[in-house]
């Protein structure tokens, strides 16, 4: 509506009619754009995945470094998940750390994925094969026709004398049974992709293993810690019948005029102080048994108890450089590395194969005739040479994408090789400062062990006041917790070392006892 339309005195109100009219359709137009747009993006990123994952070295499943100082979901990391069991056992399972592991190399989700991508690589192997095997197929058609002379360009001077063809012949009809092949003779893009899957099989296996490697670290990460939790239980739960006792004989002595009331007082603060340290050490560690019960792929709601405690095994430090080397040629993530190069190369070949011919052959063979009873045998044989001439840059675009791909894996190679030193460095860093510390731990729980005695004498003598004594229950806390830390600390450390070495499968048991 324009303003020509309107009487004078309501112009204004048509052109506020006609200025929202214009802004209600932009609104309608923004929103068909904010509704197609990201639906189009997500095609496109969708292509894009899928044109990347298309590759002869099938994506490998992400192996993800544990960090126990780092709490972290089954959404960010598989490796704390798991596919728990159908069905509890009855009654109160006995959990020993073997069986956790097993456990765990079973159910947890990393492992899982890592496997279902191996199956996943072994079906691309046979997907590249088949493009160098021949085709067989087979058929059989009736078929019933009619054609129009005119449409295929037949006139009156084709046919002798000048006379007039029909311009519509049929219906007619034949039967034709016939078998055919094709093989490709030769096509070097086509082996190479072929050689690339073969590879990336070998990375997913490589991954699997590597997998399993980081399974078995988080397990023992989950179960040391669990392990810990219960030892913090079992020193909470022995302060507390401490304090309490002391409490007990503050309350005594007041009563019997030998101790002012702030003894009373100062034990009680105490008593209650270890009461909620126990509440939360009970606490942590029912989370802590819930964790490692979701590593291992317990049933859900199964009730467990750990079997094996942590005990302290001295360990000898191994050789740096020995250590490397051992871990240069066991590490399952570096040989996965190195074939990704591998393949990476075979793809990059395949690529700058799109510039060769390559060569085909096709053949059938059948009868043909009016009807199954009138067949006479008929056979085709063709050998076909494909030069590519221009592709409209295709190629060029493959080249460049299978280099940047070759280049990438190259650098993921040098970086896991710089992690695995890095990776045996720390381990024996942290079995070395552990093992120190277990042994000033040990040593600093006997000196407030002692310390305590005293001071529970001076107190009980009256030389005292209970002040010292809850000093001296401060300080054995504090070793107890000191020496848990480290116990959990080494055990850790030891595992690591096997992970390090790529061998925590084979390893952690043998770490674990000492050997």
Request: contains cysteine; charged residues 20%.
């Amino acid at each position: 509506m324009s303003s020509a339309d309107c009487p004078t005195r309501q112009l204004r109100r048509c052109r506020a009619s006609s200025l929202w009219n214009a802004l209600a359709i932009v609104s309608i137009v923004l929103s068909i754009f904010t509704a197609i747009f990201p639906a189009a993006l997500y095609a496109q990123n969708s292509n894009s995945t899928s044109n990347s994952s298309s590759s002869g070295a099938p994506a490998p499943v992400p192996t993800p470094q544990v960090s126990p100082s780092q709490v972290q979901t089954t959404a960010q990391n598989p490796v704390f998940g798991s596919v728990p069991e159908a069905k509890p056992t009855p009654g109160v399972l006995s959990l020993t750390f073997s069986d956790a592991i097993e456990r765990a190399l079973r159910q947890n989700l990393a492992g899982l994925l890592s496997e279902y991508s191996t199956i996943e690589a072994r079906g691309e192997k046979w997907q590249k094969l088949s493009d160098l095997l021949p085709n067989l197929n087979g058929s059989v058609q009736e078929a019933v026709e009619k054609q129009s002379l005119e449409a295929l360009g037949l006139s009156s001077a084709l046919f002798p004398g000048g006379a007039k063809p029909p311009r519509v012949i049929g219906p007619f009809d034949y039967f034709d049974v016939r078998a055919s092949a094709t093989q490709r003779l030769f096509d070097w893009k086509a082996i190479q992709k072929y050689r690339s899957s073969l590879v990336g099989e070998s990375v997913t296996r490589f991954n699997l293993k590597d997998a399993r490697d980081l399974v078995v670290l988080a397990t023992g990460n989950a179960y040391l810690q669990a392990i810990a939790g219960a030892a913090r239980v079992e020193t909470a739960l022995a302060q507390v019948e401490t304090a309490r006792a002391l409490y007990n004989k503050a309350v005594a002595q007041q009563q019997a005029g030998v101790a002012p009331a702030i003894d009373t007082l100062r034990a009680q603060v105490e008593y209650q102080s270890r009461q909620q340290q126990l509440i939360a050490a009970t606490s942590d560690f029912a989370k802590q048994k819930i964790s490692l019960a979701r590593v291992i792929g317990l049933a859900l709601g199964q009730e467990f108890e750990l079997a094996d405690k942590s005990p302290y095994q001295a360990f000898p430090i191994p050789d740096l450089e020995t250590s490397l080397q051992r871990a240069y040629s066991l590490r399952s993530d570096y040989k996965a590395a190195h074939d990704r190069v591998v393949a990476a190369q075979l793809e990059s070949s395949a690529a700058f194969a799109g510039y060769f011919p390559t060569l085909d052959l096709a053949a059938d063979y059948g009868d043909i005739g009016a009807h199954p009873g009138s067949l006479l045998p008929t056979y085709h044989f063709f050998g076909t040479l494909n030069i590519p001439i221009f592709q409209g840059g295709k190629v060029h675009g493959d080249v460049l994408k299978a280099d940047a791909s070759l280049r990438q894996a190259q650098a993921q190679m040098a970086d896991v090789r710089g992690q695995i030193d890095q990776d045996i460095r720390n381990a024996l860093l942290d079995l070395k400062s552990s093992a120190d510390q277990v042994e000033v731990g040990q040593s600093s729980v006997n000196l407030a062990e002692q310390a305590l005695t005293q001071s529970q004498d001076r107190f009980s003598a009256g030389v005292t006041d209970n002040l010292e004594v809850v000093q001296a229950q401060e300080a054995l806390a504090t070793a107890h917790e000191s020496l848990i830390s480290s116990l959990y600390l080494h055990n850790l450390a030891k595992v690591s070392f096997a992970r390090a070495l790529g061998r925590a499968e084979e390893g952690v048991r043998e770490y674990l006892k000492g050997k």
